[in-house]
Structure formats: C-alpha cells, structure tokens
C-alpha cells in the first residue's frame, strides 16, 4: 500500500520567507509525528498529533514553526521568517495509533536549504 | 529520563563479514526498543522492535538484536553483510512520560560502510 508522502522533496528559499512542508500519512493512521534531522543536532522530535489535535508540541524550536492537520490526515508544518538554522531535513511518520509500542512509518523527507 | 548512546558513529567491515552495531540504553522502565535504517536521501525504515516478548528479535534483511537487561544493551547483528547494507543506523527508544505519544529518542547514529 502507499506509504508516508511528504512534499516538495527539496526545498531551497531565502533567509526570512516563509515555507510549507506537507505531510499525506498512511490512510488509516491516526497518529502523525514530525522529526527533523540536522547536522549538528541529529533527529530531533518536533510535534506529535492525534487525529487532528496536537497534544505534544514540546519540540517545536521557537514560535516561528507551527503545525497543523486537517480531517485526520494530511498536515502541513509552517516556518515563518525562515533562518539558516532550519536548514535541515524535516521527516514525517504516522502510525496506526499514538503509544510507545508503535512502529512509525517514515516518508522520504523534505530537505530545506535556506540561503 | 529515556535515552539511548549508539557507541560507534562509524562501523567499516568487509562484504561477507558479520555486522555488530553498538547501543546501550537508559531506562527507568522496561523498554521497548527500536533500530532503524536510513538509506541515503530516504526515510528512516523500521529493522525490528523489542516488546519484551523475547529478547532475541529478529529483522528484516537477515539483522538481529539481542535485549540484554544486565548490560543495558541492544546490539544489532547480521551474520553476513552486503553492499546493500551500507547506510546510517538508528538506535531508539520511545519517550515514556506523563503522556504515551510514542514520540522517538533517537541514538547519534551509526554509518556503516561495507567494502568489497
């Protein structure tokens, strides 16, 4: 069946505009995560949603990023005021259901390279 | 607090020789465990997942790893590596706390190379 789809695959923007990662999860699954994957940092856990809410944001870097999913399914994560610091690797996952004996189903990524 | 130490970032070995990735964990709780793989320019592929039904798991592409609770301990092997293994590692473990959101611990990742 199809799995995660995350999109664009590459994104290239200037420092201080705003960008939009998208995330198509497995259909089915109700849990949805966000990840990113840097260099320095390695991955990090970013958001976590349970259909369309989102009871942990605790990664989230600063108030620039925000995170939202409609109908229980695709969910699009916002930088605004972009800063070299966020180019990275932003990975989606979802699974069948939140909880800590989930395997999570990872889509290719979306590689953003800020100039 | 969970989290996990992966004890190698980089891991060479010949093609047709066994593979063992190092990762020692930290729990105040049994543990699930996960490793994942991550081919170059793609997601992260689950390998296999401890439960704590038996603590010799078995993966996918012939890849092993034994729980070892005395040892804190969640080495990966395979008997017998191939080119296609080459590719970064992932020791992990979820995130226990106030709230079960099953989000992911990740270890520093292993680069494995295998040289013909």
């Known amino acids: 069946g199809a799995g995660v789809s995350q999109s664009p695959s590459n994104k290239v923007t200037e420092k201080g505009k705003d960008v939009e990662l998208r995330c198509d999860p497995i259909s089915g699954h109700t849990a949805l995560y966000w990840y990113r994957q840097s260099l320095g940092q390695g991955l990090e856990f970013l958001i976590y949603?349970?259909?369309?809410?989102?009871?942990?944001k605790s990664g989230l870097p600063s108030d620039r990023f925000s995170a939202e999913r409609t109908g229980g399914s695709v969910s699009t994560l916002t930088i605004q005021r972009t800063q070299q610091e966020d180019s990275a690797v932003y990975l989606c996952a979802s699974s069948r259901t939140g909880g800590f004996n989930q395997p999570q189903h990872f889509g290719d990524g979306t590689r953003l390279s800020i100039l | 607090a969970q989290s996990v130490t992966q004890l190698d970032s980089h891991v060479s070995v010949s093609e047709g020789t066994p593979v063992l990735l190092r990762c020692n964990y930290s729990?105040?709780?049994?543990?699930?465990l996960f490793w994942y793989v991550q081919h170059p320019n793609k997601g992260l592929q689950l390998l296999l997942k401890y439960t704590s039904a038996a603590t010799l798991v078995k993966g996918i592409n012939g890849f092993e790893a034994e729980f070892k609770k005395s040892e804190t301990s969640f080495h990966l092997t395979k008997p017998t590596a191939h080119m296609s293994d080459e590719a970064e590692y992932f020791c992990?473990?979820?995130?226990?706390?106030?709230?079960?959101?099953?989000?992911?611990?990740f270890g520093q990742g292993t680069t494995l190379q295998v040289k013909p």
């Open positions: 949603f349970q259909g369309n809410s989102a009871p942990d």
């Open positions: 729990s105040s709780y049994s543990p699930s």
């Open positions: 992990v473990v979820p995130y226990i706390g106030s709230s079960n959101t099953g989000k992911l611990i």
